[in-house]
């Protein structure tokens, strides 16, 4: 069927918007769906690692970073007690400190200029089919009017978001929450380092902070378990496992911000990507794909993906061959999963060292002694680094250097050791089992 459009976008999230910025003004005919296109307050997507700043940079779309009082990032440090350390992120390279809500509007502008885009305010029912049980659109309720329409093209990008509506007839995942994030703003705070994302970690889970503009810092704090917090027990929390180790310079900015009490509560998803390959549809962005946004993975992830799903469309001489978009479709899925799975990997398995007293001490003194090590585990955070062998490699490295630790301390400390390698192992086993298969940590090794 001929339809006057080559791609149906659900959603002009982070990852709607952004590959309809992309391929538009490659002359792809776009009809682009969402039931809200104002700015929203969101605390999520607010930190850009250097590599989704890479990613940006080379579709050509680094200029929508500009003019809202975005924030270069130069590195992390971490803090432990009154010990501090920073790590510069490697060759330069740079992440961003921004307004989502803002950067999300940036985007969306730029998609919305070109003429081969339709903006659609609705919000998206149900996913069409032929007889064959292939994908031919999509049916939406018209904001405006109410009405049920539909738009039919040969390809449907659902790129829903983390609640996404479409998930079940396209993948098998199984999403779960490992936490959540209290999000607040701090105005007018002096972070102990400028210009850096900051993980504190002397309370029994971490905390994060980075700035967002040049007056404000973003804390993140992270409130374990799969239960949303209770409004006391937050609070609690904070007393206990917040409040006591904010550093002086930012007491003041954050005792405010705590009086104000305009906090937000997100969860925090891990699911693997387990698509269900069908003719006519494709996801995108967390609708796929989720990991913990310890690391602020999620939009390397997101920015990656557009990379590698446009490099495939785009090598289509046009979109009326469904069995040549069905094979680009499962190209996209066999190159994203390579792509992701560090960034996968590394995001659980640090929200997990971070949550255990013992690794947690580890991978402080780890990172300590710097050198190639610690450049190495910054570039895989950094999402530079998406060499599988590398991340195996360093979470290894980084246990038995925490259980030879122990021992070197005292050889009573012997059952500490051995519980800190049975612990990493617990750790990432299911990880590795969801995301990397042996030959592709072997093939990084000699690709090193
Ligand atoms: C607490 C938290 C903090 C995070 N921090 C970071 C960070 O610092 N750095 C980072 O890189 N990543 C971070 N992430 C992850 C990152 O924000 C996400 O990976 C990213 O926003 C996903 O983009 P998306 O387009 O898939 O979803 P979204 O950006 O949520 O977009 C989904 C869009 O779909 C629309 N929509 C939904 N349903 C329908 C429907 N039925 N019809 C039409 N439209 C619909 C919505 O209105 C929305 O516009 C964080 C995540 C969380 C939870």
């Known amino acids: 069927m001929k339809s006057e459009f080559d791609i149906c976008i659900i959603g002009a999230g982070m990852a709607g918007a952004t590959i309809a910025a992309y391929l538009a003004p490659k002359g792809v005919k776009i009809a682009l769906i969402d039931h809200c296109y104002k700015e929203k307050k969101r605390i999520v997507g607010e930190l ?3 590599g989704a700043v890479l990613s940006l940079d080379q579709m050509g779309l680094g200029n929508l970073l500009e003019g809202f009082d975005a924030q270069p990032v130069d590195g992390y440090s971490l803090l432990q007690g009154d010990e501090k350390i920073t790590i510069p992120y490697p060759d330069h390279y740079k992440g961003m400190g921004l307004h989502n809500g803002r950067f999300l509007q940036k985007i969306r502008a730029s998609a919305l200029q070109n003429e081969s885009v339709k903006q659609i305010h609705g919000k998206a029912l149900q996913l069409l089919e032929n007889e064959r049980h292939e994908i031919i659109g999509v049916s939406y309720r018209e904001s405006l009017t109410s009405e049920i329409k539909s738009i039919y093209a040969p390809l449907t990008i659902t790129s829903d978001g983390f609640f996404s509506n479409f998930r079940d007839e396209l993948s098998n995942n199984k999403k779960s929450v490992t936490s959540y994030f209290i999000g607040l703003i701090l105005n007018d705070c002096d972070m102990p380092f400028p210009k850096h994302g900051h993980v ?92 913990h946004p310890l690391t602020g993975g999620g939009l390397t992830a997101v920015f990656s993906d557009i990379q590698i799903l446009s490099a495939h469309l785009l090598a289509m001489p046009d979109f009326y061959n469904t069995d040549l978009i069905h094979d680009k479709i ?34 402080f003194k780890y990172l300590q002694c710097g050198g190639t090590d610690a450049q190495e585990s910054i570039a895989i955070l950094a999402g530079l680094n998406r060499n599988h062998y590398s991340l195996i490699k360093q979470f290894i490295c980084l246990a038995v250097f925490g259980a030879f630790d122990l021992v070197r301390q005292s050889i009573r400390n012997l059952p500490k050791a051995a519980k800190i390698l049975w612990d990493a192992f617990l750790i990432i086993k299911p990880l590795a089992k969801n995301e990397l298969s042996f030959s592709a940590v072997l093939s990084g090794y000699f690709k090193k």
């Open 48 to 50: 850009l690692q250097p």
């Open 330 to 363: 499962e190209a996209y899925y066999r190159d994203r999963q390579h792509a992701n799975a560090n960034l996968n990997v590394l995001a659980n398995a640090l929200y997990g060292v971070m949550s255990n007293d013992l690794l947690k001490t580890a991978v």
């Open 200 to 291: 504190f970690l002397s309370g029994p889970t971490p905390f994060i902070c980075y700035p967002i503009s040049k007056h404000e810092v973003r804390l993140l704090i992270d409130f374990p378990g799969d239960q949303l917090p209770r409004k006391l027990l937050l609070q609690a929390h904070l007393d206990a496992n917040v409040t006591p180790y904010i550093p002086e310079s930012m007491l003041a900015s954050y005792e405010k911000a705590m009086q104000e009490g305009g906090f937000k509560v997100m969860p925090n998803h891990y699911m693997a990507a387990k698509p269900i390959i069908r003719k006519g549809a494709v996801m995108l962005g967390d609708a796929l794909n989720m990991r």
